[in-house]
């Protein structure tokens, strides 16, 4: 993946990780997994952000996880 999809600037949200063009931090989206809801019920709420950049967080997360060894 060439670019990432997170973006951490701290002029945009104090700093917190926030979905690369938003103001939508990253932590809005896992605290909506956390709490049962879907990625179409987040996107519905956040329509900044987009369905490919939560897919490729997403991906981006799996891939550094799946990367570490034990």
């Known amino acids: 993946m060439?670019?990432?999809v997170v973006k951490?600037?701290?002029e945009?949200?104090?700093g917190?990780?926030?979905f690369a063009g938003t103001r939508v931090p990253i932590q809005?989206?896992?605290?909506?997994l956390e709490g049962g809801d879907s990625?179409?019920?987040f996107l519905e709420d956040f329509?900044?952000?987009?369905?490919?950049?939560?897919?490729?967080?997403l991906e981006e997360a799996k891939e550094s996880?799946?990367?570490r060894t034990v």
């Open 47 to 57: 329509p900044t952000v987009s369905r490919q950049q939560v897919i490729s967080f």
């Open 2 to 4: 060439s670019e990432s």
């Open 16 to 18: 917190a990780p926030c």
């Open 65 to 67: 996880v799946l990367a």
């Open 28 to 32: 809005n989206l896992m605290d909506y």
């Open 39 to 41: 990625i179409d019920e």
């Open 12 to 14: 945009i949200m104090s």
């Open 8 to 10: 951490i600037d701290p």
